[in-house]
């Protein structure tokens, strides 16, 4: 073969030889664009569908001249032409040149040669997977740890200051910046981390920010802006002009909201040259701007409260104990142990609530002469008949003596059950949503609360519900990391493994680890869609299923199509899932609680399933959990 070269497209019919082998003598094809490749009609749509094109002699194979006179530019005499899809989309085409003579092209050369070319829509497919997920989970630790050293700022100052150098290391630019609005829209930069070598514009007042001009209402709402090269980005000359003066030659801008008002700009510059922002550092960069609103007003609480003696301490000591806790467990119990001993009351505790307005006491600190009612399930919580609405716009009820508040007896009778003599209620609010209450009992006595007690009540539960809100973000995107990272080790894993029997073995060993479940195994169907399994991991003391030839899979009557789009199942209880009796027997014989199942697609068809089991108890499996899974399933 004189000649291999990989052709891309850039658009639909133009494209580069982005890769070339080619013997000495010949002219290289490397780097060549061609605007008008001349591919005869309707052979764009026929490479889409994975045709190949054979051609023994250019002069006999009827093409258009502008086709000869691309391959005579090139001493083409021969050629071979494969489509590269990459997913489902049309990436290139691989080319075999022959150019010394004539070639009649076998049939085994034609196979072999079309298998090269999925192969390596496969390999790209599998690098671009691996770098997608490998940027996902860096982006997903970068945000967590600068988050935190945000959030440990106890001031405003601090705040701004952290958040400028950290966010210009991470991204490697030149330049960070706080920028505060005056209320006429004008400003005044207030924070500011510069790498040697640029002007420094900290305290530079902008009296006249023509380039904020109509985009007030536009940062407000969260726009945020990229621009790669301030030249080509149609700003208004004066726009130019400012940034020419802090030398800048591109930049990020994201809106920091607090108290839900645009407060500034969170501004990146590039002073070195031009740069192509990727989507990656632009979504993280977002994400902290918003992070920092959060943070500044965190701070400003805390600086407010300072001011207002012994009681606001005590709330600056609660919201920061609150705050350290990294998952909603730990935010629920330092919270009521916080506020208990802080309002020296005799029960604190969270009530969350049901859909229905039910709810379960999920967290409580007692003092030891009193009842615990941590867990206990109210059914029928009548004392918040009617109260739903007012608690979720912020309602805080104290009463000072259970008998002389009005109460209805069916209230009443359930606070008798809990020794209550007085109580504060003040509503947690989680995603703008009544996620529960904050409830402290005085069991000892009835109690006068005072002014000052009340709004520190009030306002510890309003930072519960963003602690809860931070926690939850923080958990989701340490788990989305970890499971990034997990997907990559056992991918690798299987990657590694060089025949099928491995890659299976490999497959249900790490995906059962990973997942801490009883078995995992392998189906392999039949041409009938009978089946066997072919692989199996499974903790001791659960039947072993290896080789088990299941000769009528009623579970897959009618799933086949569904199986073949890509379906995943998910059944956290065998027993709740409205499965046939068949199903049901043969998944009791395999001692069976809880399942996932995910298709394993070879060559586009269903070559199997990709099972889990949970034997010992029913389990409510997690999105990250089933994602994780359908993931590993298309990797094999």
Same mark, same amino acid.
């Given at each position: 073969?004189?000649?291999?070269t990989i052709?891309c497209?850039t658009?639909?019919?133009n494209g580069t ?9 010949l002219?290289?094809?490397l780097g060549v664009k061609?605007?008008?490749?001349g591919f005869?009609?309707?052979?764009i ?5 994975a045709?190949? *094109? ?12 502008g086709?000869?006179?691309?391959l005579e530019?090139?001493?083409?005499k021969s ?12 990436f290139?085409?691989l080319?075999? $040149? ?6 009649f ?8 040669f079309?298998?090269i070319a999925?192969q390596?829509?496969?390999?790209l +497919?599998?690098?671009?997977?691996l770098?997608?997920v490998?940027?996902k989970a ?7 740890e ?11 100052e601090d705040v701004?200051?952290t958040t400028?150098?950290e966010v210009?290391k991470e &991204?490697?630019?030149? !330049?960070v910046?706080v ?12 924070a ?16 006249d920010?023509?380039?904020?001009q109509?985009?007030v ?11 790669n090269?301030?030249?080509?980005a149609?700003?208004?000359?004066c726009?130019?002009?400012?940034l020419?003066s802090?030398a800048?030659k591109?930049?990020?801008v994201a809106?920091?909201?607090?108290d839900e ?7 990146a510059h590039?002073?070195?040259r031009?740069r ?5 550092e ?5 994400q902290?701007?918003?992070?920092v609103?959060?943070?500044?007003d $965190?701070a !400003?609480l805390l ?6 003696g012994?009681?606001s ?5 609660t ?5 350290? %806790?990294?998952?909603e467990e730990?935010?629920l119990?330092i919270? #009521?142990?916080?506020v208990?001993?802080a309002?020296?009351?005799d ?5 969350s609530?049901?859909s229905n307005?039910s709810?379960t ?6 003092v030891l ?6 867990r206990?399930?109210i059914?029928?919580p009548?004392?918040?008949q009617?109260?739903v ?5 912020? *309602?805080?009820l ?10 209805a +007896?069916?209230h009443i ?9 007085a109580?504060l209620?003040?509503p947690?609010?989680?995603d ?10 005085q069991?000892s006595?009835p109690r006068d ?12 539960a309003?930072? #519960?519900?963003?602690?809860l809100d931070h926690?939850?973000?923080?958990q989701?995107?340490?788990?989305e ?5 997990l997907?990559?080790?056992?991918? !690798?894993?299987i ?6 029997e491995d890659?299976?073995k490999t497959?249900?060993?790490? #995906?059962r680890?990973a &997942? ?7 189906y ?5 869609l009978?089946?066997?399994i072919?692989?199996?991991?499974v903790v001791?003391?659960?039947p072993?299923?290896? *080789?088990s030839?299941?000769h009528?899979p009623?579970f897959t009557?009618?799933y086949?199509e ?5 379906r995943v199942?998910?059944i956290?209880n065998?027993?709740?899932s409205?499965?046939?009796?068949c $199903?049901?027997?043969l998944?009791?014989?395999? %001692?069976v ?10 060559d586009?068809q ?6 889990? $089991?949970?034997?010992?108890e029913s389990? +409510? ?11 590993i399933?298309?990797?094999?």
């Amino acid at each position: 073969m004189d000649r291999v070269t990989i052709f891309c497209f850039t658009s639909n019919r133009n494209g580069t030889f982005i890769a070339e082998s080619v013997i000495p003598g010949l002219p290289k094809i490397l780097g060549v664009k061609v605007s008008d490749p001349g591919f005869e009609v309707g052979y764009i749509e026929k490479y889409q569908n994975a045709c190949i *094109r054979s051609i023994d002699d250019i002069y006999q194979a009827d093409l258009s001249d502008g086709d000869i006179e691309l391959l005579e530019q090139f001493a083409v005499k021969s050629t071979l032409v494969a489509p590269i899809l990459k997913g489902k989309r049309l990436f290139g085409l691989l080319i075999a $040149h022959q150019c010394s003579r004539l070639r009649f092209w076998q049939q085994s050369e034609i196979d072999l040669f079309a298998q090269i070319a999925m192969q390596v829509g496969f390999a790209l +497919d599998y690098a671009k997977l691996l770098q997608q997920v490998d940027t996902k989970a860096d982006k997903a630790q970068v945000f967590i740890e600068i988050t935190r050293s945000i959030r440990q700022s106890l001031n405003e100052e601090d705040v701004l200051k952290t958040t400028v150098e950290e966010v210009r290391k991470e &991204l490697s630019t030149d !330049r960070v910046l706080v920028y505060s609005f005056n209320p006429n829209w004008s400003g005044i930069i207030i924070a500011e981390s510069v790498v040697p070598g640029y002007p420094k514009v900290l305290r530079s007042e902008i009296q006249d920010l023509c380039f904020g001009q109509g985009y007030v209402e536009k940062y407000q709402s969260g726009r945020v802006v990229a621009t790669n090269n301030i030249y080509e980005a149609g700003l208004a000359d004066c726009h130019i002009s400012l940034l020419e003066s802090f030398a800048v030659k591109a930049n990020l801008v994201a809106p920091i909201l607090k108290d839900e008002q645009l407060f500034g700009l969170l501004i990146a510059h590039q002073c070195s040259r031009p740069r192509e922002w990727q989507q990656s550092e632009i979504d993280l960069f977002a994400q902290i701007a918003m992070q920092v609103g959060f943070a500044l007003d $965190h701070a !400003r609480l805390l600086q407010r409260i300072e001011a207002e003696g012994v009681q606001s301490q005590l709330l600056a000591d609660t919201i920061g104990s609150i705050r350290q %806790s990294l998952n909603e467990e730990d935010v629920l119990k330092i919270t #009521v142990e916080e506020v208990r001993k802080a309002l020296s009351t005799d029960r604190v505790m969270v009530y969350s609530f049901d859909s229905n307005w039910s709810g379960t006491v999920i967290a409580e600190s007692v003092v030891l002469t009193y009842p615990k009612v941590l867990r206990a399930e109210i059914q029928d919580p009548c004392f918040g008949q009617g109260y739903v609405e007012e608690y979720q716009s912020g *309602r805080v009820l104290a009463i000072n003596n259970i008998y002389e508040a009005g109460l209805a +007896d069916c209230h009443i009778n359930l606070l008798e059950s809990f020794g209550v003599k007085a109580n504060l209620v003040a509503p947690i609010i989680k995603d703008e949503q009544l996620f529960g209450l904050l409830i402290a009992h005085q069991c000892s006595r009835p109690r006068d609360w005072q002014q000052s007690e009340i709004d520190l009540f009030g306002q510890i539960a309003m930072q #519960v519900g963003f602690a809860l809100d931070h926690a939850r973000l923080l958990q989701r995107v340490e788990a989305e990391r970890m499971r990034s990272q997990l997907l990559v080790d056992i991918i !690798r894993s299987i990657r590694q493994s060089l025949k099928e029997e491995d890659v299976i073995k490999t497959t249900v060993e790490e #995906v059962r680890k990973a &997942l801490s479940t009883d078995r995992v195994l392998v189906y392999s169907f039949y041409a009938n869609l009978f089946g066997i399994i072919i692989a199996e991991s499974v903790v001791p003391g659960y039947p072993k299923v290896l *080789r088990s030839k299941i000769h009528d899979p009623c579970f897959t009557q009618g799933y086949v199509e569904k199986y073949q789009s890509g379906r995943v199942v998910a059944i956290n209880n065998i027993y709740e899932s409205g499965l046939a009796d068949c $199903h049901i027997k043969l998944l009791e014989s395999f %001692s069976v609680k809880a399942n996932l199942v995910a298709p394993i697609i070879k060559d586009e068809q269903l070559f199997g399933l990709l099972i889990t $089991h949970q034997c010992s108890e029913s389990r +409510d499996w997690l999105q990250p959990e089933i994602d994780l899974f359908a993931q590993i399933a298309t990797g094999v």
